[in-house]
């Protein structure tokens, strides 16, 4: 029905174009002063002025639809009992709308609910027709003032540019909008969550376990859960210690793969050996999750076993390895801009003093690129720490700390995914414990991707 | 004294060793896009394929005169209790199996929607229905994947979920030539289902198809607006400069926090649908909205000034000059980049798991305001599961995920060769 309504606009939005522009074109033919701006634009002015408000109209009425609903609806069980719960509301809610469709989950249907139902279609319809008649009258009479308004004398170019540079604006806003969110929805679980668990036991304990925290049914918690069971080093130290598996792959394999596309490499090779590594880059990281846990894994496991040492099932060596490759691009490719922004007359100077290629490379062009390269590591580092699905199809799932490779590890990521995953009971510790972690990816990523961007703009302005 | 020869061949035999280095490094990378490939492929295509097995269906046993189905509707077909009836059909292909035990064990050579193919048969012939039909039913997992050799047959019976006894049916079966290979189109239309050899992607096909629209309607034109404002008109102030370090911090923050927005601001403050690609398209547009704005601006800045300043000799505002001539001028670049962006919202999981889009969803969405999986997400629900028959369908899933995914960067890569002028 809203798809609907807002095609109603815009055919009013339409035929308001259509009329202004006549106007204008009539307006022209008939008086003999100048009229200032192209006739398209009066087409324009009118339909600016029917459309956008009336669209923003439409916005508020069906952002408030569901809370006056709620409220209406739901008033006869509030007068029964004031101090209904959230969720109960919701699931009463939820009760209503679905006997209204007439799917019927409940066997019996107490007379309240068959009267809040009844209720319930009658404020929809209501508010359904309300709707149709609040937008559709306010983009009729705004298109009339509109079209009144049109004179010869109505600069109506300035306006519409005016406008269109309102909207540009507020599209560039929406940056900004979405890191408010970001810091927003974080920061106020992340501060409920510290308020329950001292920051310190977050940060520094040693033991995570957030399923056996549970609300009681009186509706508090077991404080004695809550001291032992946040503790985010051993994630800490999963995060860190696959990321540094990944490093061990990623670091060599990428920088010498950059080395020999920017310099041993004919034109014709690094055509098509730079798109095939590209690949890498592009594959779903659940692609890499599923090979790591279906193909890598196994492979870890068997060879570990006949070297003699025990491995579990899901490693972190093969969760790391996996994300190792993925990362090779990351590497290679910032490391071959930054080895080929080196000038050229540093290579042919030191060819000049008999030096070979492999010498050149590691004497002259590695220390002159290795600002750039090093960010290359960060930023790679950075992704490294924010993967999520490679850890969590292939990394396991509890927590102990541990620094043995072949040991079950878990990140910060994974848990989040395993806190979150399907239905959670908002406002509980363990799920605001996740946004904490979020929170503290978040900053940890933000601060390795300044200093990698500081390190690779310090490095550039010495050749520019 | 020192020999200089000598030295000369340590320091070649170590640019030899560097070269080889480099070399094996490369070569790692290669080589490891192939064994991905392969390995997914070979473990993926026969997903695409299914065994049917064929029995003689005696329709004349629910109503004499067969041609009377014609006059019935396909609700009145729908609810006809054919389940005896069809049970019977199946036991008809081994009349001398008395054990009750056994014919358990025969039925469940087949998939347990067999009732519901019979009928489907039945609707679908209705017009001319002979006395006895030979109608394929889908076998059961066990089988099927028996059939494809992924099913090691000489493991001990105690340790494989078929037993003996049906590998025996089976074959016989085969020798008759009832066993028949054909190509799996539910796969491709089906929604998701708990029974391997039933399950299909279509739910999740046009769940990601649905997403990647939303994401395309919202982060096109916001992306593109957004660019060329701050591109072509921002004046350079703190405020400017603040939105443009936003922009590039957003395109480095780890995709999982994005989710994590998704779930606490457009889940419980707006208060959207859970599992919805409405939702999940407001969060990977979020997401791919850095890429598009980066890109956009990237290719106005490679318009020339001389165009602009064109236009505004002949009288053209800033705004009709920006409008008319560069952006037009610019397009080729930001298509480019908001191809790239969808391909990397296609492929993208983690976010979609906190906004609840990993539901277990039989039904094919018809809106991006059902509940709905996506491809990526697929690939993870069934990654997880632990029955065999879900291996080959996670692999075809990505086989067909990277499909899409190829399609898409070749789309970006012609218009690219296509539209792009150098100036």
Known sequence: MGLFLILLVLTIGAFGFLIGRLKAIKLRSASQKKITSLNHYYGYYIAIFAIVPSLLVFLAITAFQGYIVEVYVLSDFIDLNPNLLASDKNLLLAQIVNTSKGIELFDEISPLVTDAVDKYIYIEELIDTLTYVIVLSVAGLLSLVAYVKIKSNLDSRKFVESFLLILFFTCSLVAIMTTVGIIFSLLFQTLKFFSQVPITDFLFGLNWSPQRVFVRDSGDLDTRDLQNAFGAIPLFAGTFLIAFIAMCVAIPVGLMTAIYLAEYASPNLRDWAKPIIEILAGIPTVVYGFFAALTVAPIVRDLGQNAGFTVSSESALAAGFVMGIMIIPFVSSLSDDVINSVPQSLREGSYAMGATKSETIRKVLLPAALPGIIGSFLLAVSRAIGETMIVVMAAGLAAKLTANPFDAATTITTQIVVILIGDQEFDSPKTQAAFALGLTLFIVTLLLNFIALQVVKKYTERYD | ?423
Not at chain 2, 33 to 47: D, E, P, Q, R
Not at chain 2, 82 to 91: N, W
Not at chain 2, 219 to 237: C, D, M, R, T
């Open chain 2, 1 to 423: 004294m020192f020999d200089a020869s000598a030295n000369l061949k340590k320091r070649l035999k170590s640019e030899r060793r560097f070269q080889i280095f480099c070399i094996t490094a490369i070569s790692f990378a290669l080589i490891f896009v192939l064994i991905l490939f392969l390995n997914i492929f070979s473990s993926g295509y026969s997903a695409f394929y299914k065994t049917t097995i064929a029995i003689d269906v005696d329709y004349s046993q629910v109503i004499e005169d067969t041609t009377q189905f014609a006059a019935m509707s396909d609700d009145e077909i729908n609810k006809l209790d054919l389940f005896r009836f069809s049970k019977k059909s199946i036991y008809s292909l081994f009349p001398d199996i008395e054990d009750r035990k056994e014919k358990k064990l025969l039925i469940r050579i087949f998939s347990i929607e067999y009732e519901d193919e019979i009928k489907q048969f039945l609707i679908k012939n209705k017009e001319n229905i002979k006395k006895i039909e030979t109608v394929y039913l889908t076998a059961s997992d066990d089988v099927d994947q028996v059939r494809k050799g992924n099913y090691p047959r000489d493991l001990p019976e105690e340790r494989r979920r078929i037993k003996d006894i049906q590998l025996e049916y089976y074959d016989i079966l085969e020798n008759n030539g009832r066993v028949k290979y054909v190509f799996n189109i539910p796969f491709l239309t089906r929604g998701d289902s708990r029974e391997p050899e039933l399950a299909g992607v279509g739910g999740s096909i046009v769940g990601s198809f649905l997403t990647i629209i939303t994401v395309l309607i919202l982060s096109f034109p916001i992306g593109i607006l957004a660019a060329v404002y701050l591109q072509e008109f921002a004046k350079s102030n703190r405020f400017t400069d603040f939105i443009e370090i936003n922009i590039n911090n957003l395109a480095a923050v780890p995709s999982i926090v994005f989710g994590l927005l998704g779930l606490g601001i457009i889940l419980n403050v707006f208060g959207l649908p859970r599992s919805t690609p409405l939702v999940g398209g407001i969060v990977l547009s979020l997401m791919t909205l850095p890429t598009i704005i980066i890109a956009t601006r990237a290719s106005l800045r490679a318009v020339p000034p001389s165009i602009r300043e064109g236009a505004l000799a002949v009288g053209a505002t800033k705004m009709q000059a920006v409008m008319h001539h560069v952006v037009p001028l610019a397009m080729p670049g930001a298509l480019t980049g908001t191809i790239i962006g969808l391909a990397q919202a296609l492929g993208e999981t983690a976010p979609l798991l906190l906004i609840g889009m990993v539901a277990f969803v039989v039904d094919v969405p018809s809106s991006p305001l059902d509940a709905s999986a996506s491809l990526p997400v697929q690939v993870y629900l069934w990654a997880e599961s632990a029955e065999r028959g879900y291996v080959e369908k996670t692999s075809a899933t990505i086989m067909l995920l990277l499909g899409f995914l190829i399609l898409l960067n070749l789309a970006a890569v012609l218009i690219r060769r296509k539209f792009e002028t150098k100036w």
